[in-house]
């Protein structure tokens, strides 16, 4: 029987590994990663996952290399990151996709030091942006169980074999408590078949060595021509591509399979249908916007949501359907690309360039360090955004705007300059 | 959507009580959606903390803080104040441990009765009759408080409240007396609704 | 020029069969690395955990040869077309099975596979 548990969203993404029986876990501890990764261990230690690997290292950089190796020997993977934790892995996340390797990870966002902080924003996830993995967020603890079984699916599906990040916003979503439904095993190995690797370095009678130099060029050989490195890299690119088809139909197929759904797997759709304005965003700052709608609504603006859930692959055709009508999008990053704009907002202006209509789209920057966001200072920016979407001297300012600075309280006043 | 705001001190369970509340409202079947969470920051023993729990019958998107709350609930009468009532909505509820009675806080802290529900008990006293305590021998509160929650106006009952005790802490004699003293906080809270005339 | 179907499928095809780059020894750009040596691991089979318990136990010179150029069989063998001479078998032989010659003192026909 599918089991309804109040869970934080760590604990979440930990019973999601335990449904899809991983095998091999390698971690570092990082607040607000940790608990994910100790409820794992608890598992392994109570004997509830009898077949799992709980390899403890001694960094975040060795704690990925680990299970790059282990997905190496054919096994089910997972790991679980931070902020600078992250930072650390970079080195061994490109090699993971490199590598084609489909592991699963979650990231517990939280913000780059200096200074230190350990409260959420975006910009380490979007720090990683090029490293090759599918990336996604999520805005409940029950699309974080979800959206890791959806995952594995996918990075284990041989048209795809991208290794995959699933983002929750940490403390928001990582240590707050919502009730999850846990769904049965035996329906999610059924969801899930077994891993049939690409590389299996426990084959000893075809031992081969994986990722050996690999020149610009081709390489003649015995076996026929091998590919050099630019050949791998346009084959990572079309995987990406492509493998945006098949998320959408692995959502699909949960939700017949398990009655969940999230938007169409690739954006998660809010009262847009008839929306003349539309606010765009990811994970927190998405679940804290559908009330902003609602209240605005109230007040006669015809405003809607566009969730993204899935950022790598960009889903750029997917993004010029669903803002084909609205006149004006609202982006609130919490993320800055520094020295350019919220990178949200950057790369919605890229994906809409070549569109056949082309709405006007105004960024904000929100809640960097955990500042709290609320409802007053979305509702804020909207208006603002409306109000000034006709002043072509404000669309020409590449100043970017920040909201719920409080510079007044340290004496920065712009009456007194 | 039902707000609730738990004031305490750094291990004193607040935490655990907007999760064994999260946990009741789930079973009574009235409140299928929850959330709870803490004012995170640098968590010491006996420093203020802030836990939030919101409840409803339908999703919960908003993940704020929350700025005013339907119940508050004070489980250390030392970091109550003037901060705590301005955060309470109006026709919300303040919930309070300590010996006081409910006018007499009403007329200390000078609550306006048109607007806020005092409910108080003496939890603290509860635990220690109950030798409810830790091992340093400080009483237990964050469990007892639920009692008092099932005599208000949400509805979650006195064996909802049980059965997520169970469920916390597994069956057994220190659990008997969690559930024990809810009972005792539930029989023994004194009301001061809010007046309507 | 719009893709056409033939394009999306050739692109698919890529996508799914250049996955990761996995080599075994062979004649590659550089020809055959063997020539770069300048000292060769012979074998002690007296000294050799595997040849003396009869079973593929130890193994360690194939696990650590960085170009797999060590089998993995009773005794173990060097493939001396495209052993570098690096000696991390060497290094790495618990038993001190092997030793690093240098090539002008190396037999020509070692009895072992390859030579140069």
Redesign the interface.
């Given at each position: 029987m599918p089991e309804r548990k109040v869970l934080t969203g760590n604990h979440a993404a930990a019973y999601a590994c335990k449904s899809v029986g991983v095998e091999v876990v390698a971690a570092y501890p990082i607040t607000p990663q940790s608990p994910v990764v100790e409820k794992i261990s608890e598992f392994v230690e109570s004997g509830e996952l009898p077949n799992t690997q709980f390899v403890t290292v001694e960094s975040e950089q060795s704690a990925i290399s680990a299970v790059v190796a282990a997905s190496q020997m054919g096994a089910r993977v997972f790991t679980a990151s931070s902020a600078n934790g992250l930072a650390y892995m970079y080195e061994i996340l490109c090699w993971a996709a490199g590598s084609r390797l489909p592991l699963v990870m979650c990231i517990a966002t939280r913000a780059l030091g200096a200074p230190w902080s350990v409260w959420t924003d975006h910009q380490d996830a979007f720090s990683v942006r090029d490293v090759g993995f599918i990336q996604q967020f999520v805005e409940s603890n029950q699309e974080a169980y979800d959206t890791v079984l959806m995952s594995y699916r996918v990075a284990e599906d041989p048209r795809v074999y991208l290794p995959a990040f699933v983002s929750y916003d940490g403390y928001i979503l990582s240590h707050t408590m919502m009730s999850v439904q846990i769904e049965d095993d035996d329906k999610v190995r059924e969801f899930l078949p077994p891993l049939k690797p690409h590389i299996h370095l426990t084959d000893f009678e075809n031992v081969h060595s994986v990722n050996p130099v690999t020149p610009p060029g081709l390489t003649v050989r015995p076996e026929g021509n091998t590919p050099g490195y630019y050949e791998f890299r346009y084959s990572m690119q079309k995987a990406h591509e492509y493998a945006i088809e098949v998320i959408e139909e692995v959502a699909k197929e949960f939700e017949t399979k398990f009655g969940r759904a999230y938007g169409n797997g690739i954006y998660k759709p809010y009262k847009a249908d008839d929306a003349e304005v539309l606010i765009f965003a990811v994970g927190s700052v998405a679940s804290e916007s559908r009330g902003v709608v609602d209240t605005l609504r109230d007040e006669g603006i015809k405003i809607g949501l566009i969730s993204l859930k899935l950022y790598r692959p960009f889903p750029i055709q997917h993004l010029r359907k669903a803002f084909n009508k609205a006149k004006l999008v609202v982006v609130f990053d919490r993320d800055v690309g520094y020295g350019m704009e919220g990178i949200l907002a950057a790369e919605l202006k890229s994906a809409l360039y070549a569109a056949d209509h082309r709405p006007i789209i105004r960024g904000f920057i929100v809640g960097l360090g955990g500042r709290d966001i609320t409802a007053d200072q979305l509702i804020n920016g909207v208006k603002k955004a409306i109000e000034e979407q006709d002043n072509r001297e404000v669309q020409l300012d590449t100043h970017v705007d920040f909201i719920g600075l409080q510079l007044n309280e340290l004496g920065f006043k712009k009456e007194e300059i | 959507m039902i707000e609730i705001i738990f004031y305490g001190r750094g291990g004193m369970g607040a935490v655990t009580a907007g999760k064994i509340l999260s946990n009741a409202a789930i079973i009574s079947n009235n409140y299928p959606h929850v959330s709870t969470f803490p004012a995170f920051g640098t968590e010491r023993r006996g420093a203020p903390v802030m836990a939030f729990c919101r409840i409803s019958e339908k999703p919960i998107w908003i993940r704020s803080h929350i700025q005013k709350a339907d119940y508050a609930i004070v489980l250390d009468e030392t970091v109550f104040g003037d901060h705590v009532i301005a955060r309470i909505k109006d026709k919300g509820a303040l919930i309070l441990n300590t010996h006081k009675c409910p006018e007499d806080v009403r007329k200390e802290y000078n609550i306006d009765p048109k607007k806020i529900t005092v409910v108080t008990a003496d939890l603290t006293q509860i635990a220690f009759d109950l030798k409810l305590t830790n091992r340093e021998n400080q009483p237990i509160v964050n469990t007892s408080v639920l009692g008092v929650l099932t005599k208000s106006s949400l509805k979650i009952g006195i064996e909802d409240a049980k059965r997520a005790i169970i469920n916390m802490f597994g069956e057994g004699p220190k659990t008997d007396l969690n559930i024990k003293a809810a009972e005792k906080a539930a029989e023994n809270a004194l009301v001061d609704e809010v007046k309507t005339v | 020029m719009v893709r056409t179907e033939q394009d999306i499928k050739l692109?698919?095809k890529?996508?799914?069969?250049?996955?990761?780059?996995?080599?075994?020894p062979?004649?590659?750009?550089a020809g055959h690395t063997g020539e770069w040596r300048t000292k060769r691991p012979i074998l002690h089979t007296e000294k050799c955990l595997v040849v003396k318990t009869g079973k593929l136990t130890c193994n360690l010179c194939?696990l650590y040869c960085?170009?797999?150029t060590v089998s993995?069989s009773i005794p173990p063998k060097f493939n001396y077309d495209y052993c570098k001479g690096c000696g991390i078998c060497a290094t790495e032989c618990p038993a001190h099975a092997i030793e690093m010659i240098s090539e002008k003192e190396a037999p020509s026909c070692e009895g072992n596979e390859g030579g140069n």
């Amino acid at each position: 029987m599918p089991e309804r548990k109040v869970l934080t969203g760590n604990h979440a993404a930990a019973y999601a590994c335990k449904s899809v029986g991983v095998e091999v876990v390698a971690a570092y501890p990082i607040t607000p990663q940790s608990p994910v990764v100790e409820k794992i261990s608890e598992f392994v230690e109570s004997g509830e996952l009898p077949n799992t690997q709980f390899v403890t290292v001694e960094s975040e950089q060795s704690a990925i290399s680990a299970v790059v190796a282990a997905s190496q020997m054919g096994a089910r993977v997972f790991t679980a990151s931070s902020a600078n934790g992250l930072a650390y892995m970079y080195e061994i996340l490109c090699w993971a996709a490199g590598s084609r390797l489909p592991l699963v990870m979650c990231i517990a966002t939280r913000a780059l030091g200096a200074p230190w902080s350990v409260w959420t924003d975006h910009q380490d996830a979007f720090s990683v942006r090029d490293v090759g993995f599918i990336q996604q967020f999520v805005e409940s603890n029950q699309e974080a169980y979800d959206t890791v079984l959806m995952s594995y699916r996918v990075a284990e599906d041989p048209r795809v074999y991208l290794p995959a990040f699933v983002s929750y916003d940490g403390y928001i979503l990582s240590h707050t408590m919502m009730s999850v439904q846990i769904e049965d095993d035996d329906k999610v190995r059924e969801f899930l078949p077994p891993l049939k690797p690409h590389i299996h370095l426990t084959d000893f009678e075809n031992v081969h060595s994986v990722n050996p130099v690999t020149p610009p060029g081709l390489t003649v050989r015995p076996e026929g021509n091998t590919p050099g490195y630019y050949e791998f890299r346009y084959s990572m690119q079309k995987a990406h591509e492509y493998a945006i088809e098949v998320i959408e139909e692995v959502a699909k197929e949960f939700e017949t399979k398990f009655g969940r759904a999230y938007g169409n797997g690739i954006y998660k759709p809010y009262k847009a249908d008839d929306a003349e304005v539309l606010i765009f965003a990811v994970g927190s700052v998405a679940s804290e916007s559908r009330g902003v709608v609602d209240t605005l609504r109230d007040e006669g603006i015809k405003i809607g949501l566009i969730s993204l859930k899935l950022y790598r692959p960009f889903p750029i055709q997917h993004l010029r359907k669903a803002f084909n009508k609205a006149k004006l999008v609202v982006v609130f990053d919490r993320d800055v690309g520094y020295g350019m704009e919220g990178i949200l907002a950057a790369e919605l202006k890229s994906a809409l360039y070549a569109a056949d209509h082309r709405p006007i789209i105004r960024g904000f920057i929100v809640g960097l360090g955990g500042r709290d966001i609320t409802a007053d200072q979305l509702i804020n920016g909207v208006k603002k955004a409306i109000e000034e979407q006709d002043n072509r001297e404000v669309q020409l300012d590449t100043h970017v705007d920040f909201i719920g600075l409080q510079l007044n309280e340290l004496g920065f006043k712009k009456e007194e300059i | 959507m039902i707000e609730i705001i738990f004031y305490g001190r750094g291990g004193m369970g607040a935490v655990t009580a907007g999760k064994i509340l999260s946990n009741a409202a789930i079973i009574s079947n009235n409140y299928p959606h929850v959330s709870t969470f803490p004012a995170f920051g640098t968590e010491r023993r006996g420093a203020p903390v802030m836990a939030f729990c919101r409840i409803s019958e339908k999703p919960i998107w908003i993940r704020s803080h929350i700025q005013k709350a339907d119940y508050a609930i004070v489980l250390d009468e030392t970091v109550f104040g003037d901060h705590v009532i301005a955060r309470i909505k109006d026709k919300g509820a303040l919930i309070l441990n300590t010996h006081k009675c409910p006018e007499d806080v009403r007329k200390e802290y000078n609550i306006d009765p048109k607007k806020i529900t005092v409910v108080t008990a003496d939890l603290t006293q509860i635990a220690f009759d109950l030798k409810l305590t830790n091992r340093e021998n400080q009483p237990i509160v964050n469990t007892s408080v639920l009692g008092v929650l099932t005599k208000s106006s949400l509805k979650i009952g006195i064996e909802d409240a049980k059965r997520a005790i169970i469920n916390m802490f597994g069956e057994g004699p220190k659990t008997d007396l969690n559930i024990k003293a809810a009972e005792k906080a539930a029989e023994n809270a004194l009301v001061d609704e809010v007046k309507t005339v | 020029m719009v893709r056409t179907e033939q394009d999306i499928k050739l692109e698919k095809k890529v996508s799914q069969t250049i996955l990761a780059s996995q080599q075994t020894p062979a004649v590659g750009e550089a020809g055959h690395t063997g020539e770069w040596r300048t000292k060769r691991p012979i074998l002690h089979t007296e000294k050799c955990l595997v040849v003396k318990t009869g079973k593929l136990t130890c193994n360690l010179c194939w696990l650590y040869c960085p170009e797999n150029t060590v089998s993995r069989s009773i005794p173990p063998k060097f493939n001396y077309d495209y052993c570098k001479g690096c000696g991390i078998c060497a290094t790495e032989c618990p038993a001190h099975a092997i030793e690093m010659i240098s090539e002008k003192e190396a037999p020509s026909c070692e009895g072992n596979e390859g030579g140069n």
